[in-house]
């Protein structure tokens, strides 16, 4: 990717119509990969689930809202991406309400150089809708890198990587422990059930990320302090409909309280005579 | 009559078990639905998938076989089905929700312009809509969905339904898809397996997790000696996120939220406290053991029994008696 010449970029803002390539700055000619990170604002995973009045949602009252775990894996391998590639941006993109702006701070504040709040009002999405309305986005950009968390802890759908990287052509590699980077292309690993898989991908591609690729950095005070002045641009997101409707949304049956036991022959016991299980 | 298409999986040419459950699956939609079971399998060397498969319950069983398409690839393999799908006419798309589910199904979803449920526990059919539960925030809700677009697709917890391995014999046929391996954008390039006596996590029917009340990581010994009294292939070792984000541990046997969830037939957790984290991840086991010298830790409220009591007494002592009984 790096020997690509800087006119071809130029080119290739040119073709994505006459809305963005109205005004390109000099600034976004010479870069040579944009890489683009798609995260999620999701109940902390310490919260307590309580449901909300409709039956259908969470109640978001006393619940911390914080970015998704995995893309905090995610950023950071951007910025990995970044740090090797040289000359590049990473922009963060996230489809939600304005909360969400907590959030893409935090990104910045880690070393993103521009956040993208694709502001939908808080309305309810599902994986169809959510990924359809990120790929227009995406569309008209000219990401060529595209990372995100390998799911969002709230859904746990671990649809939107694969969904992305189908409508916008490119391939995708989900679930990665460990990623190196080459001109053009990329080597994987990735956990499947009892084994690893090795994965040869060319770019541009769709890379989700698992726990173990990475350590997220915290963002010091600095990046705290220079995340505020960075580019947050919001736009208004499409009106798409999901595919699915949420019936209900519910408690599992709390479990009853056990017993304890005083010593490991009476466990034993208990396990064999009482569970069954030995 | 529209049809219930599975989409199976073959590893180094034997056919999953979760994909049996998918068929299954299948069937308890087409009893409702209507229409027919149709798996589908990809790959090159099929022989033992297929044979599998045509004895799954399914009616029909197509295999998409290439060289090309020898190795995993989400773009080939969805390429090739996507292209096989059309003349189906699927109200339904089932897969189980593995490795490959989870690669393979969201880009077909996106393919087909519909939605998908994943990682689901239940499949409904009701007013002529297709639907789905699943748990959610790791198993601390579930959500129940229906399905406005169509084919209703969705992929299936594993050990939710009962596959079948004795149930007739479909008809078998074999398709060239169109797919070459210049079309290929990202390949499995090789599959390194894991060491053979490592029972995967979530397949196991026993799992022996520790956490920071075992102190250092040299005393996960007591762990793996407790997980290998039940003899091999039986018990799996997990681990608390402290001591995965401590270095311990390796992340891939983390149970909890940002971890796997488990829901083994036997669990037991081993100096672990129980932060709500870690209990999502395993709180649907069958029966739960803990360990733990804290009487007031929260694992003890989720725990079928419990032992208040010093691990490094009470693990040597029942991997003694564990090895006596089984």
């Known amino acids: 990717m790096i020997e690509i010449p800087a006119f071809l970029h130029w080119f290739a803002l040119l073709a994505q119509g006459p809305g963005r390539a109205a005004a390109p700055t000099l600034q976004l000619v010479i870069k040579v990969m944009d890489i683009v990170v798609c995260v999620k604002r999701v109940a902390a995973t310490d919260s307590q689930i309580k449901i909300a009045a409709d039956g259908k949602s969470l109640d978001p009252a006393g619940i911390e809202f914080v970015l998704n775990p995995y893309d905090e894996i995610a950023v950071e391998a951007a910025l990995a991406a970044k740090e090797q590639f040289g000359d590049s941006t990473v922009t963060v993109v996230t489809l939600g309400s304005a909360d969400a702006q907590k959030e893409l701070r935090t990104c910045l504040a880690m070393g993103a150089d521009k956040a993208v709040l694709i502001n939908d009002g808080g309305r309810s999405q599902d994986a169809f809708s959510t990924a ?147 | 009559m529209s049809n219930i298409i599975v989409i199976a999986e073959a590893r180094s040419g034997s056919l999953k078990k979760t994909s049996l459950e998918a068929v299954t699956a299948g069937k308890e939609l087409a009893a409702k639905a209507g229409g027919q079971v149709i798996a589908i399998i990809v790959g ?213 939220q940002t971890g796997k969830v488990v829901a083994p037939t036997l669990y037991f957790a081993c100096g672990i406290s129980g932060a709500i984290q870690h209990l999502a991840g395993m709180s649907t086991s069958q029966f739960i053991v803990a360990i733990n010298k804290d009487a007031n830790a929260p694992i003890f409220k989720v725990a079928n029994y419990g032992i208040v009591g010093d691990v490094f007494e009470v693990l040597p002592a029942l991997t003694a008696a564990v090895k006596a009984t089984v």
């Open chain 1, 132 to 278: 359809e309305t990120v790929a227009d986005y995406l569309k008209g950009t000219a990401a060529s890198l595209i990372f995100c968390g390998k799911q969002a802890v709230d859904g746990d759908e671990s649809q939107f990587p694969p969904r992305l990287a189908e409508l916008l052509g490119m391939p995708c590699v989900t679930e990665i422990t460990s990623l190196t980077l080459e001109d053009g292309s990329l080597v994987a690993e990735r956990d499947i059930e009892g084994a690893r898989e090795v994965v040869n991908c060319s770019l541009p591609a769709v890379i989700s990320t698992n726990k173990g690729l990475n350590e997220p950095r915290y963002a010091n005070l600095k990046g705290i302090m220079a995340a505020k002045k960075k580019p947050l641009e919001e736009i208004e997101a499409a009106a798409i409909d999901p595919a699915t409707s949420i019936e209900s949304l519910s408690l599992p049956p709390a479990r009853s309280e056990g017993k304890i036991v005083e010593t490991v022959d009476q466990l034993v016991d208990a396990l064999k005579n009482e569970a069954k299980v030995l």
């Open chain 2, 44 to 256: 090159n060397d099929l022989s033992a998938a297929k044979e599998a498969l045509a004895a799954s319950g399914a009616d029909k069983v197509i295999a998409l076989q290439s060289e090309a398409l020898a190795q995993y690839s989400g773009d080939g393999y969805s390429a090739a089905i996507s292209g096989e799908l059309a003349s189906l006419d699927p109200a339904c798309v089932l897969m189980a929700h593995s490795a490959m589910g989870r690669d393979l199904a969201p880009r077909l979803a996106a393919n087909l312009k519909t939605g998908l449920i994943s990682d689901v526990t239940a499949l409904h059919y009701d007013d002529s809509k297709f639907g789905a539960t699943k748990p959610v925030f790791a198993g601390k809700a579930y959500r129940k969905s229906y399905f406005e677009k169509s084919p209703f697709m969705a992929t299936l917890r594993p050990n939710n339904w009962a596959g079948q391995s004795d149930a007739g014999s479909a008809e078998v046929s074999d398709a060239s898809p169109s797919v070459s391996a210049a079309d290929l954008k990202a390949i499995v390039q090789e599959v390194v397996a894991a060491a053979s006596d490592r029972t995967p996590l979530q397949e196991a029917r026993v799992v022996v997790s520790g956490g920071r009340g075992l102190k250092e990581s040299e005393h996960f010994k007591l762990i793996e000696d407790l997980a290998a009294a039940f003899g091999p292939g039986v018990a799996a070792v997990g681990a608390s996120r402290a001591v995965v984000d401590a270095g311990w541990r390796p992340h891939r046997e983390q149970v909890g």
